[in-house]
């Protein structure tokens, strides 16, 4: 089954691929996030697709970003040049809050600064 790649910002058509059959449920396909099996529209001279509210719509083709400075993923984040998914933020911004209560804890039960 052919799938559409989109820029989850912009809607912008970034590429074709192939989904995959779901295992789970045969006759079924998977799409990925950022992907519809919603065919683009054949465009006009300088036109170029955007995927918005479940429609493709037609604009002018967006300007090229350079690489080095594209965002990272909303999914992801860096700590010293290295990526990091989410769950590993979330579990080290949820250790940080617990080394801080604790010290909350300590200064109200034992006096301690």
Do not use: C
């Amino acid at each position: 089954m052919q799938i559409y790649h989109y820029d989850p910002e912009t809607g912008a058509l970034i590429g074709t691929g192939t989904a995959e059959a779901n295992p789970m449920e045969p006759g079924q396909f998977l799409v990925p996030a950022y992907a519809t099996t919603v065919a683009p529209p054949e465009l006009g001279e300088g036109e170029y697709p955007y995927f918005k509210a479940g429609v493709w719509e037609t604009g002018s083709q967006p300007d090229e970003v350079p690489e080095e400075e594209k965002n990272p993923a909303p999914r992801h984040r860096y700590i010293d040049g290295e990526k990091i998914s989410e769950t590993t933020r979330a579990a080290l911004e949820h250790a940080q809050s617990v080394e801080e209560l604790r010290d909350v804890m300590a200064t109200i039960l034992l006096g301690r600064e």
